[in-house]
């Protein structure tokens, strides 16, 4: 185990000449790289930087920049086999979501946040759910598992960003979006009546929002109120923030953020090599990070840059300034995030050690 770690890391670090960087998202799986706002694109300010293809059907990536909808929204809808999350880059989205059952025999309660940057909602399979952008500089990304989904937006003319879309003012044609796995659903009267940013059951700002043990409701997660762990090994800190795991995806997926600190206490700074069974991709939001893929040359990413790696491809990654932090995604339940989990305690702040603000250098009036 110890020598096969060594072989890896060895070969991870090799200067090979080969880039991992590309200029648009591969219609192949394979490791790669791509700057902020590059890939796949589609009319109307959309990007795909992971698409079914390029991830071997794992998950679709799709970046929306945009300004506010204006209050014009897509049509509420349904998808059957599709889990999709709303995470929010900057800018402001209202999201909408009931569980389609209960909503249709009343015996639930709709949701609604307002999401600001690192907040989520999660919306599993058949979850009624809508939404709108709200700030002129809004960027959101959405998750979509399996992949392959996004094949409805290259196929048909409606298209994901609201402010393009001209579907509010026409009839959709039934039959057809279920092909794509769409089922609007007109009757849904999506509720108006936020404070505070939220309406409808759970906490948001105001308490610890707690991840359910099962897909019977939208999942939201305000940054840093959700559930927190340190791991600290290897001579440095991460935070792992998980948004979703395993247990809230059927094992389909999951998705978090990753807080990490730069080797600590002289450490000798090797990055241990991850060997995950499933497909991982990385966002960089802060900081810089250094990512090493088997096969290729380290890349150094920044804010908006994202790595993508098939499963069973051994990678590493470092900070190289303080308070790096990353959105991830993984292809199941058993990817990175639960592989640090798993060596990692209950955290309950949104800094790692060394980087706790003592009181001590805070300004007092
Ligand atoms: C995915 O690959 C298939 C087969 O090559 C192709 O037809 C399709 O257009 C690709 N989809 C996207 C979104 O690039
Ligand atoms: C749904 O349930 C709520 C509370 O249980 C009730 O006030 C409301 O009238 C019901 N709506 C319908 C359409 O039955
Ligand atoms: C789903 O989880 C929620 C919160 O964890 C719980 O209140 C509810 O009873 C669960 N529903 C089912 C069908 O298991
Ligand atoms: C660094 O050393 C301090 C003091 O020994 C220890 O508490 C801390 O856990 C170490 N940090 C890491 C990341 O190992
Ligand atoms: C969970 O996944 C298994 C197969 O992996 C499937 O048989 C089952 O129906 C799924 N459950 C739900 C609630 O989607």
Redesign the pocket.
């Known amino acids: 185990m110890q020598l096969s770690l060594g072989v890896l890391l060895s070969a991870a670090c090799a200067v090979t000449g080969a880039s991992l960087w590309v200029p648009t998202t591969p219609q192949a799986p394979r490791p790669y790289a791509l700057k902020k706002g590059d890939g796949l694109k589609l009319d109307g300010g959309s990007v795909f930087p992971v698409t079914g293809n390029s991830s071997g059907k794992a998950f679709c990536i799709l970046n929306t920049n945009a300004g506010s909808s204006g209050g014009t929204t897509v049509f509420p809808h349904v998808h059957k086999r599709t889990y999709e999350n709303f995470y929010t880059v900057k800018g402001r989205v209202q999201l909408w979501g009931q569980n389609l059952d209960s909503y249709l025999k009343n015996t639930s309660v709709q949701q609604t946040r307002i999401l600001g940057p690192g907040d989520i909602g999660a919306i599993p399979y058949n979850t009624v759910h809508t939404f709108t952008l709200l700030e002129p500089d809004t960027l959101l990304t959405g998750v979509l598992v399996p992949g392959g989904f996004e094949e409805f937006f290259f196929n048909t003319n409606l298209s994901p960003n609201p402010v393009a879309s001209s579907t509010d003012s026409e009839t959709p044609d039934m039959a057809e979006l279920a092909e794509w796995d769409v089922y609007p659903q007109l009757d849904f009267v999506p509720r108006q009546d936020v404070v505070n940013g939220r309406a409808g059951p759970g906490n948001w700002y105001d308490g610890a929002n707690t991840l ?3 897909m ?1 409701a939208p999942i939201w997660v305000a940054k840093n109120y959700g559930p927190k762990f340190l791991n600290s090994e290897n001579g440095r800190y991460q935070i792992i923030n998980p948004l979703v795991t395993g247990q809230q995806t059927n094992n389909t997926f999951s998705q978090g953020t990753i807080t990490l600190s730069p080797f600590t206490n002289g450490s000798s700074g090797k990055a241990p090599v991850i060997m995950s069974s499933v497909a991982t991709a990385l966002t960089v939001e802060e900081g810089q990070l250094e990512v090493t893929v088997q096969g290729y040359d380290p890349v150094e990413l920044i804010n908006g840059d994202l790595v993508f790696v098939p499963a069973k491809t051994p990678f590493s990654y470092a900070a190289k300034a303080d308070f790096t932090k990353f959105m991830y995604v993984t292809g199941g339940g058993q990817g990175l995030d639960y592989q640090l989990m798993a060596k990692a305690g209950a955290w309950d702040s949104a800094f790692y050690p060394e980087e706790k603000p003592s009181s001590g250098r805070m300004f007092r009036i």
């Open positions: 359910p043990s099962n019977s």
